[in-house]
């Protein structure tokens, strides 16, 4: 029985860092915004339906949308201190975090004159882009140029809404209007319902967009987190990006004990991170309290005058503060630290054992590169 339920915990694990190359079935390899979706669906913004498919042509709501570019833009852990009153959302909707976020942040404005949202309204294209477009610190045009830059390319320009030509002649200009490659001849079709496939497209383009000029308050919002803790020497920064390299060393604490003459083979360990990991500039890597979990790969209890005690661990996946669970390939192996008398005496007559408390620190090394957003710890696999 112990075996069946150590190799399932196993399998467990190794679900859980395979998930992610999970495709929909729906969304074939050459459909148009296919990379969009997968990206985003391993990113955690967008998910499929329980059947496992993703449906790219049915409608999103305003509520989902709200949710899902929160979600985009890494603020989903964002305190709102005054929050808006809107009469059809209540503190006990799924969404109203999600939504005041929005507000907060300048995606969406607060109709002063209904302060209605219309959570289960459809989000329309021109809702969507326009959303896109708030994320931003964009040049000013007049009403002019958004016509101009408009009817050069779509066939409806004269017939979208007022308020939408301004944010639409940005999005153009900035080439953020997605258009379905199915369309004989380009339209921006402002009122029609946005499709799962269009807002998934949308919200990539607007991640892209975010990194290099996000509007005021996304700015602070997404400026790289910094602390103290571990410094890992060897990590690298470039833009936004924190990568620690394979054959890092970091520490971790366990949380159960382990030993060679109790503990087996294929054991699931659990362990934390015991203090930030740092870069150099002091830029947070992984924060303090992330779950680490793994198995014992190799156990051998020692006996005197067969051998020395064997513990070795490898670590599989840690899940972060964003309840993120990635990839995080890591192994140790357990020595004493011993003078060199007693080396020799174990090096003659072996038999030594070796035991872990829990609560106890061990260093491991990184057998893969590890990458990370260090605006909001967001895990690249």
Same mark, same amino acid.
């Given at each position: 029985m112990k075996n069946i339920i150590k190799s399932l915990l196993a399998f467990?694990?190794?679900?859980?860092?395979?998930?992610?190359?999970?495709?929909?079935?729906? /969304?074939?390899?050459?459909?148009? *915004? @296919?990379?969009? &979706?997968?990206? %985003?669906?391993? !990113?955690?913004?967008? =998910?499929?339906? +329980?059947?496992?498919?993703?449906?790219?042509?049915?409608? /999103?709501?305003?509520?989902?949308? *709200? @949710?899902?570019? &929160?979600?985009? %833009?890494?603020? !989903?852990?964002?305190? =709102?201190?005054? +929050?808006?009153?809107?009469?059809?959302?209540?503190?006990?909707?799924?969404?109203?975090?999600?939504?005041?976020?929005?507000?907060?942040?300048?995606?969406?404005?607060?109709?002063?004159?209904?302060?209605?949202?219309?959570?289960?309204?459809?989000?329309?294209?021109?809702?969507?882009?326009?959303?896109?477009?708030?994320?931003?610190?964009?040049?000013?045009?007049?009403?002019?140029?958004?016509?101009?830059?408009?009817?050069?390319?779509?066939?409806?320009?004269?017939?979208?809404?007022?308020?939408?030509?301004?944010?639409?002649?940005?999005?153009?200009?900035?080439?953020?209007?997605v258009i379905s490659p199915t369309q004989e001849k380009a339209?921006?079709?402002?009122?029609r319902p946005a499709t799962r496939a269009e807002v998934a497209a949308i919200l990539f383009k607007m991640t892209e967009q975010a990194k290099l000029n996000p509007n005021a308050k996304l700015a602070e919002a997404m400026r790289k987190k910094t602390g103290e803790g571990f410094v890992l020497e060897n990590a690298t920064v470039q833009g936004s990006i924190g990568t620690i390299p394979s054959g890092t060393i970091i520490p971790v604490k366990l949380t159960n004990y382990l030993s060679t003459q109790t503990s087996e083979g294929g054991t699931i360990y659990n362990a934390v991170v015991p203090q930030n990991y740092v870069t150099k500039e002091k830029f947070i890597l992984i924060r303090q309290g992330a779950n680490l979990k793994g198995q014992l790969l190799d156990v051998r209890p020692g006996k005197y005058f067969v051998r020395n005690g064997v513990l070795v661990l490898e670590n599989a996946i840690v899940t972060t503060e964003n309840d993120q669970t990635a990839t995080l390939k890591a192994t140790a192996q357990i020595y004493k630290d011993r003078n060199w008398w007693m080396k020799f005496v174990r090096w003659a007559f072996k038999g030594e054992k070796l035991e872990v408390q829990a609560d106890e620190t061990?260093?491991?090394?990184?057998?893969?590169?590890?990458?990370?957003?260090?605006?909001n710890g967001w895990i690249y696999e």
């Open positions: 467990s694990i190794l679900c859980l860092t395979s998930a992610a190359a999970i495709a929909f079935p729906d /969304v074939s390899d050459d459909y148009w *915004a @296919a990379s969009q &979706i997968n990206l %985003l669906s391993e !990113q955690g913004v967008i =998910v499929g339906y +329980p059947d496992g498919t993703f449906k790219p042509d049915e409608n /999103v709501t305003r509520a989902e949308f *709200a @949710a899902m570019a &929160i979600r985009a %833009l890494g603020q !989903q852990h964002t305190k =709102v201190a005054q +929050p808006v009153n809107f009469t059809d959302i209540t503190e006990e909707h799924w969404a109203y975090e999600d939504i005041q976020k929005a507000v907060y942040f300048d995606l969406i404005s607060n109709d002063k004159e209904s302060e209605t949202f219309r959570p289960d309204d459809p989000v329309s294209r021109a809702e969507s882009i326009a959303v896109a477009v708030n994320a931003l610190t964009t040049e000013s045009i007049s009403l002019a140029k958004a016509k101009e830059v408009l009817t050069k390319v779509y066939i409806d320009a004269e017939t979208i809404p007022e308020w939408f030509i301004i944010p639409a002649g940005k999005a153009e200009i900035l080439e953020m209007i339209s921006l079709e402002a009122v061990i260093n491991m090394q990184l057998l893969n590169p590890v990458k990370i957003d260090l605006t």
